[in-house]
């Protein structure tokens, strides 16, 4: 059984840094592409960032610069740095799992419950 668990959420303050992480279990990550998706409070879930398993990466434009994906060396979990963080960026941020990178939620075929990120003062 294929499990994706996020974490690294929390509370911070606009300008402020964060680290998430995706790890799996049940299931090498080193061999699919991972994406991050995220969803506002009243939005559709939309994808923000994604590296495939040659670890070419790709950015949503409203965080190109400030958010970053990689994978750890063990090629397991999947991280997005997140810096100069602003309101906007809050919502409940999600990794899923797919052969190739894609903004589409149809092509990932496992997801992690997500974690929420809130950006306030």
């Known amino acids: 059984q294929v499990q994706l668990v996020e974490s690294g959420g929390g509370l911070v303050q606009p300008g402020e840094s964060l680290r998430l992480s995706c790890a799996a279990s049940?299931?090498?990550?080193?061999?699919?592409?991972v994406a991050w998706f995220r969803q506002a409070p009243g939005k559709e879930r939309e994808g923000v960032s994604c590296?495939?398993?040659?670890?070419?990466?790709s950015y949503r434009d409203s965080v190109k610069g400030r958010f970053t994906i990689s994978r750890s060396s063990a090629r397991n979990t999947v991280y997005l740095q997140m810096r100069s963080l602003t309101p906007e960026d809050t919502a409940v941020y999600y990794c899923?799992?797919?052969?190739?990178?894609?903004?589409?939620?149809?092509?990932?075929?496992?997801w992690g419950k997500g974690t929420l990120v809130t950006v306030s003062s």
């Open positions: 590296i495939t398993s040659d670890d070419i990466t």
């Open positions: 049940g299931s090498t990550l080193g061999y699919y592409a």
């Open positions: 899923a799992r797919s052969w190739y990178c894609s903004f589409t939620e149809g092509a990932m075929d496992y």
